[in-house]
């Protein structure tokens, strides 16, 4: 038996600044129809900056989860904006940073039950400062740390380190060191 939803009908619930909401109606393989809520967005990219065997970490409050993180650099992709773009101007912004070497990671849907966002990481090497640093977004008050691999670990158990992107990140470089023979 096919398993594919046919869609039949969608509806905009809302058309934000950063996301839309739908509704899309759909057949499902027994012939009945059902609602799907999805969530849509541009996507988004990451930053896993490395520079003598540290890593840039964000330290920011994120009141969705009412509690203060440490995050990779990361940010939404403008519309049509390749995620490499993105993950630089990001470096820029939140690091004052550029990088001459870019090398991508991942790409992987966020949370595919409701959402399409999906978010492409890349690790950044051979990094230099920027005279001129792009400032941050309105709203945006974050500071940065370097962290070693076992630093990183640790703020991941205490539950600072708590999103899929910088969860993501952190495996992909503990591999990479282990690769290296540094892990």
């Given at each position: 038996m096919d398993k594919r939803e046919v869609l039949k009908d969608t509806e905009t619930l809302y058309n934000g600044k950063i996301l839309t909401l739908k509704r899309l109606t759909v057949q499902l393989p027994d012939g009945t129809e059902a609602a799907r809520?999805?969530?849509?967005?541009?996507?988004?990219a990451g930053v896993l900056a490395v520079q003598q065997h540290r890593?840039?970490?964000?330290?920011?409050?994120?009141s969705t989860i009412d509690q203060m993180t440490l995050e990779i650099p990361a940010g939404k992709c403008e519309v049509a904006e390749a995620p490499l773009v993105t993950a630089q101007r990001e470096l820029n912004e939140e690091a004052g940073l550029a990088a001459d070497h870019w090398q991508p990671l991942t790409t992987?849907?966020?949370s595919i039950g409701f959402s399409d966002a999906k978010i492409s990481v890349f690790m950044a090497t051979e990094l230099r400062s920027l005279a001129t640093k792009r400032p941050l977004d309105q709203g945006e008050f974050l500071?940065?740390?370097?962290?070693?691999?076992?630093e990183a670990q640790a703020a991941q158990q205490q539950g600072l380190i708590c999103d899929s992107k910088t969860v993501m990140a952190l495996s992909l470089w503990q591999m990479a060191e282990e690769k290296d023979g540094r892990g």
């Open positions: 809520e999805v969530v849509h967005t541009n996507g988004s890593a840039l970490f964000v330290q920011q409050w994120r992987f849907y966020q500071d940065a740390h370097w962290l070693t691999l076992q």
